[in-house]
């Protein structure tokens, strides 16, 4: 005997349960979360690397003049100037290198 819903006159509205489309809990962004974490290590581990090296090296050479402490002219390339971003001293601070260590009055 089959037990089917025969329709009746009155349509009833029952709450009924809808598949709600919400994934079960947990077991869900385990990867992405592992890959992300690993990249914020290394970021970490990146940053605390530079620091260090910051403090004991917080010089470069100067990218403007390469480290010749001079501009050429672009025209007339025997004709030089000092270089106006290191001040001819073909050094210049590092990114996140503070008051250079010393100051010296
Ligand atoms: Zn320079």
């Known amino acids: 005997m089959l037990l ?10 029952t709450p009924s349960p809808a598949p709600t489309l919400t ?10 979360g592992g890959l992300g974490l690993l990249l914020i ?8 690397g530079y620091a260090i090296s910051v ?6 050479t100067c990218r403007t003049c390469d480290g010749t402490g001079l501009n050429r002219g672009g025209i007339f390339t025997s004709s030089m ?3 106006r971003r290191c001040g001819g001293t073909r050094r210049e601070p590092r990114p996140g290198a503070r008051n250079l260590g010393r100051r010296d009055r």
């Open 41 to 48: 290590l290394a970021a970490f581990v990146y940053v605390i």
């Open 55 to 60: 403090q004991l090296h917080p010089l470069r």
């Open 23 to 32: 994934p079960p809990p947990g077991h869900r962004d385990d990867g992405g």
């Open 4 to 13: 089917s819903p025969s329709p009746t006159g009155t349509l009833t509205l």
């Open 81 to 83: 100037r000092v270089c």
